[in-house]
């Protein structure tokens, strides 16, 4: 059995199904968009960083985008971008939800620290 095939299963018996999940070439995705079987979202956009997706109940449509930042600036501009362009296409309510992998500060930071060797 496909690693797809046993989520799907496993999901279902627990009465959610798997809608969507991010693109990341040939690594497994990180993002993985579940809902009940009896709502039906619509997936707006999707690539390796983000799931964007609209839902409508009782007549008002509200608009998700569902984050796994890269921990590249770089990359995270162009994340940015990219939401910022589908909130400019779908005039809704929006909600960003996930792992930003940023920093405001440097006391923010935990873990490894790189020590450069800097020319005096």
Not at 10 to 18: A, H, K, L, Y
Not at 38 to 65: A, H, K, R, W, Y
Not at 78 to 99: E, M
């Amino acid at each position: 059995m496909k690693y797809e095939d046993f989520l799907t299963t496993w999901f279902n018996r627990i009465g959610f199904r798997v809608f969507s999940f991010n693109l990341r070439g040939n690594n497994i995705p990180n993002l993985w968009c579940l809902c009940t079987t009896n709502l039906n979202p619509m997936v707006l956009d999707v690539n390796d960083q983000q799931v964007s997706f609209s839902i409508e109940t009782n007549g008002v449509n509200f608009c998700f985008s569902t984050i796994y930042a890269s921990t590249s600036n770089l990359k995270r501009k162009h994340l940015w971008n990219r939401l910022t362009f589908n909130q400019s296409q779908y005039i809704a309510p929006w909600c960003f939800i996930g792992d930003f992998n940023t920093i405001f500060a440097a006391h923010e930071h935990q873990g490894f620290s790189i020590m450069l060797d800097l020319p005096s």
